[in-house]
C-alpha cells in the first residue's frame, strides 16, 4: 500500500544529510517508539547523516526507554528535512519550530482533517505510526538496517497504541509486522514489566477508588478524585488523572467519568465510553474530544451532579434505541 508515497519519503531521507523527528506534545508509546525507532534505523542506514529528535518532554512512565532528544532551539533547521509522526495537526506538535524545516514530512494514523507537510503518508486505518515504520521498514528491508533497540522501540508503540493487540484498529498486518519486529529478539517480558509494573502504593490507591466508586441507575461510573485522595496518596496530576481507566471495565457500564481537583479550584473531567459517542456531552461542559474519550471541566460540585446526571440520561437513550452493546 502506498508504495509511491513510501519511495518518494525514502528518497527525501537519502536527499538530506539533516533530518530533524518531532512528534505531539505529552508523547505517549507510539509518539515515542515512532520517532526514536525511526530515528535509530536511519542512523545505522545512513551513518553519515545527522540524525536528531527534536522535542524534550518524555513523559515519566516512558523515561525508561532512555530516549535522548535535542533542544528545539538550538537546533539549524535550515536544509534540514523533518519527519513529523503521530501528530494529527500542526497544534499538536511538541516542537512547533520545526515547521521552519526546509521540507517536512507527515506521518500518521489519524484521520486526516488538518493535512500539512511537503510530502504526506497517513493511513487512518493503521493501529499505530509505529505500524507504519516495521511496514516501512518491512519494505525497504534491503536498503534499511535495524537492530534490537529500534524494533523494541516500535513493538511498544504497537502494543500500547493498539492496547495489546485488543483495539479494532488491529488487523492481520497489526500481526504480522509485530511479528516481524519480534523475530528481531524484542524481551518481551521486560518490556511489558517496564510498561505495566507499578508500585504498590498505586494498589491502595486503586483500592481506594474502587471503595469510592459509584455507578448510576443506568450505568454511569464515576468517581471523584479531591485534593485530599491525591495528598493523601502523593499522586502527581497524571496519577490522579489516570483513575479513569480503573473504572473501563464494568459490564453493561457504557460511559465512566473521572473527576479531578485542580489546584485553580476547577475540576477536571475525563470522560470515556464504549459502543456510544461521548463528546458531544463533554462539549456541553466546556470540553471535546473523540467519540470515545474526551475531557470538560466543571466548577462545582452542583455541576458535577448535573453532568453525571446528563451522561445518565443519555446511557439510558441508548441503550433504549440500540442494541449489540455489552
Ligand atoms: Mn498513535
Not at 512512565?61 to 532512555?66: D, P, S, Y
Not at 529500534?150 to 493498539?162: E, F, K, P, Q, W
Not at 511479528?179 to 509494573?197: A, R
Amino acid at each position: 500500500m502506498n508504495e509511491e508515497t513510501k519511495n518518494a519519503i525514502l528518497e527525501k531521507i537519502r536527499e538530506y544529510d539533516r533530518i530533524i523527528l518531532a512528534r505531539h506534545v505529552r508523547p505517549d508509546g507510539d509518539a515515542v517508539g515512532s520517532s526514536h525507532g525511526l530515528a535509530e534505523i536511519l542512523r545505522l542506514s545512513f551513518p553519515d547523516k545527522e540524525i536528531l529528535v527534536s522535542d524534550e518532554d518524555i513523559s515519566d512512565a516512558l523515561e525508561f526507554t532512555q530516549t535522548e532528544e535535542t533542544d528545539p532551539e538550538i537546533l539549524d533547521y535550515s536544509n534540514a528535512l523533518a519527519i513529523v509522526l503521530d501528530t494529527a495537526n500542526l497544534e499538536r506538535l511538541a516542537n512547533k519550530r520545526i515547521t521552519e524545516a526546509k521540507e517536512l514530512i507527515k506521518i500518521d494514523h489519524h484521520i486526516d482533517r488538518n493535512p500539512y507537510g511537503d510530502i504526506s503518508w497517513v493511513e487512518d486505518e493503521r493501529s499505530s505510526v509505529c505500524e507504519m515504520i516495521a511496514d516501512f521498514l518491512y519494505t525497504f528491508r534491503d536498503v534499511l538496517q535495524c537492530n534490537l533497540r529500534a524494533a523494541t522501540l516500535l513493538y511498544m508503540g504497537i502494543i500500547t497504541d493498539s492496547g495489546n493487540f485488543k483495539y479494532s484498529a488491529t488487523n492481520g498486518d497489526t500481526l504480522r509486522l509485530a511479528g516481524y519486529l519480534l523475530d528481531m529478539g524484542v524481551d518481551i517480558q521486560t518490556l511489558n514489566s517496564e510498561l505495566e509494573l507499578r508500585p504498590y502504593e498505586f494498589y491502595k490507591f486503586q483500592a481506594c477508588i474502587f471503595d469510592k466508586m459509584k455507578l448510576t441507575e443506568n450505568g454511569v461510573a464515576y468517581l471523584y478524585v479531591d485534593k485530599e485522595m491525591q495528598e493523601r496518596f502523593h499522586l502527581t496530576r497524571s496519577q490522579a488523572s489516570d483513575s479513569v481507566d480503573f473504572m473501563s471495565g464494568i459490564r453493561g457500564t457504557l460511559v465512566w467519568i473521572a473527576f479531578i481537583d485542580n489546584p485553580d479550584g476547577s475540576i477536571r473531567v475525563r470522560l470515556r465510553s464504549r459502543f456510544m459517542p461521548i463528546n458531544n456531552l463533554a462539549e456541553r461542559y466546556d470540553g471535546g474530544g473523540h467519540a470515545n474519550a474526551s475531557g470538560a471541566t466543571v466548577n462545582s460540585l452542583r455541576e458535577m451532579q448535573a453532568l453525571v446526571k446528563d451522561a445518565d440520561a443519555l446511557i439510558k437513550e441508548y441503550k433504549e434505541n440500540n442494541g449489540g452493546w455489552i
